[in-house]
């Protein structure tokens, strides 16, 4: 009786939030409006649901790891892991009306309008409330101030962890990254090794290489060349470093540097949240 309830309140919740959202978007809340970023907080729907799952952002410059993480946290919590690169992937590859304008988008390294955006994740939650879904971990969004204050707006964050990465292997990861085609699976076949010099740490990052039978089914995502790449940076860091300090602000960051591959990162990453991986207990004790 206790579980159906719970799950009853959580999909309220969920409902709520997309509303919020959606309303956020359609409620004449003009997004361009000054006036609107100033009263974010008293928008009329607010979901303040007094039992849900966690709900985190995952903040950090392509290619430090954000999706690898956020992934292996979401299976750790059973809450949702929600990239809103993936939802603009999905949308691109579809013969829905905004396809080839996103797949334009993309391969300029640009960001997607903030309109858009709100409009794929609010569909997105839609979708999760259907299945019973709570909470979230947000992986690309948000991206923007603006963004933030919408969101800021709607619900409150718990917590925003700002990934990091020595600079120098930011590029090399997002250049070796490869999905198979077939079962989607991510892989990496850079292999990072930075010499420590002038008192900064050096780091090895082991590729991550697929087994044998994705191997010959590997491709890569057509905004990881290297001219895009840069472009995703630069953009990362005019329009995207802001966000840290909205966060950092509000109390709500936790800024966590990745020090090397997936072996070295994960346990140290669980630690800092206070989390524990079962699979990594056992394998410790071994
Ligand atoms: N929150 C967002 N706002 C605007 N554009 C976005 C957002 N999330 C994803 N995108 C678009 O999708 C592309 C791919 O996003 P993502 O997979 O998160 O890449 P990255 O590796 O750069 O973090 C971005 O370059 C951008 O064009």
Known sequence: MAVSLRAIRNIRFSSFLYRALSSSLSSGADLKSSAFFGHSKSLPLRAEPKDRNVQWV??????????????????????????TGDLVREELNSSGPLASQLEEVVNQGQLVSDEIIINLLSKRLEAGEAKGESGFILDGFPRTIRQAEILEGVTDIDLVV??????????????????????GGNYNVASIDIKGENGKPGMYMAPLLPPPHCASKL??????????????????????????????QRGKLLEFT?????????????????????????SAAA
């Open 58 to 83: 995952f903040l950090g410059c392509p290619g430090v790891g954000k999706g690898t993480y956020a992934s292996r946290l979401s299976n750790l919590l059973g809450v949702p892991h929600i990239a």
């Open 162 to 183: 700002n990934l990091k990465l020595q600079e120098e292997a930011l590029l090399a990861k997002c250049l070796g990254r490869r999905i198979c085609s077939e079962c």
């Open 219 to 248: 491709i890569q995502r057509s905004d990881d060349t290297e001219e895009v790449v840069k472009e995703r940076l630069r953009v990362y860091n005019e329009m995207s470093r802001p966000v840290e300090e909205f966060y950092r």
């Open 258 to 282: 990745l020090p090397g591959g997936i072996p070295e990162s994960w346990p140290k990453l669980l630690q800092a949240l206070n989390l524990e991986d079962p699979e990594v207990k056992q």
